[in-house]
T-cell receptor, first 115, second 114 residues
Framework: AQSVTQLGSHVSVSEGALVLLRCNYSSSVPPYLFWYVQYPNQGLQLLLKYTTGATLVKGINGFEAEFKKSETSFHLTKPSAHMSDAAEYFCAVSAGYSSASKIIFGSGTRLSIRP | DVKVTQSSRYLVKRTGEKVFLECVQDMDHENMFWYRQDPGLGLRLIYFSYDVKMKEKGDIPEGYSVSREKKERFSLILESASTNQTSMYLC?????????????FGQGTRLTVV
């Protein structure tokens, strides 16, 4: 079975500061990992995903994440926060070899940006 | 662009009512999902479907059922709504069988049961 743990339900950073949102996963088979963003009153939008190959993945809006198998982590970073980054962020894992692969989400991290 | 459309943004229903939440996707995706989103709990999978008339239970199926008669449409049914089913409901779809794919989400339906 797969699971995802996001450390910190709320993270606050200053505009221009580094953003680091933490995600650890558990999976008995090689995982596929995703980060999604949710703006207020909207659905979820994909930021980036890791499937196979390069462990550093670049996404939209300047975000990137690094897959570290030894640490079972997939932390999301952005070098310089912008006010428009304020949103809720979800890490997710999908795994399995059947035709039906469900996607399991973490509990989310709300990112606030201080002026 | 992939479009996943949920029939209502906001719904208010009475306890004991039968409630239908409808979701339609326009990209011929095989997989469709229903999630429930509650503060502090993230998204929890209720049911998913990988083909017409095929369904599998997610993590919290109790009190819910689903229907997928056509590939593009996936309905969530609350047989007898209760106040603890007040929540945000999100529908999603994904293509290509297997885990190497992301899900596309609808805008969500905020359901209030009174």
């Amino acid at each position: 079975a797969q699971s995802v743990t996001q450390l910190g339900s709320h993270v606050s950073v200053s505009e221009g500061a580094l953003v680091l949102l933490r995600c650890n996963y558990s999976s008995s088979v090689p995982p596929y990992l995703f980060w999604y963003v949710q703006y207020p009153n909207q659905g979820l939008q994909l930021l980036l995903k890791y499937t196979t190959g390069a462990t550093l993945v670049k996404g939209i809006n300047g975000f990137e994440a690094e897959f570290k198998k030894s640490e079972t982590s997939f932390h999301l970073t952005k070098p310089s926060a912008h006010m428009s980054d304020a949103a809720e962020y979800f890490c997710a894992v999908s795994a399995g070899y059947s035709s039906a692969s469900k996607i399991i989400f973490g509990s989310g991290t709300r990112l606030s940006i201080r002026p | 662009d992939v479009k996943v459309t949920q029939s209502s943004r906001y719904l208010v229903k009475r306890t004991g009512e039968k409630v239908f939440l409808e979701c339609v996707q326009d990209m011929d995706h095989e997989n469709m999902f229903w999630y429930r989103q509650d503060p502090g709990l993230g998204l929890r999978l209720i049911y998913f479907s990988y083909d017409v008339k095929m369904k599998e239970k997610g993590d919290i199926p109790e009190g819910y059922s689903v229907s997928r008669e056509k590939k593009e449409r996936f309905s969530l049914i609350l047989e007898s709504a209760s106040t603890n089913q007040t929540s945000m409901y999100l529908c999603a779809s994904s293509g290509t069988r297997g885990p190497n794919t992301e899900a596309f989400f609808g805008q969500g339906t905020r359901l209030t049961v009174v």
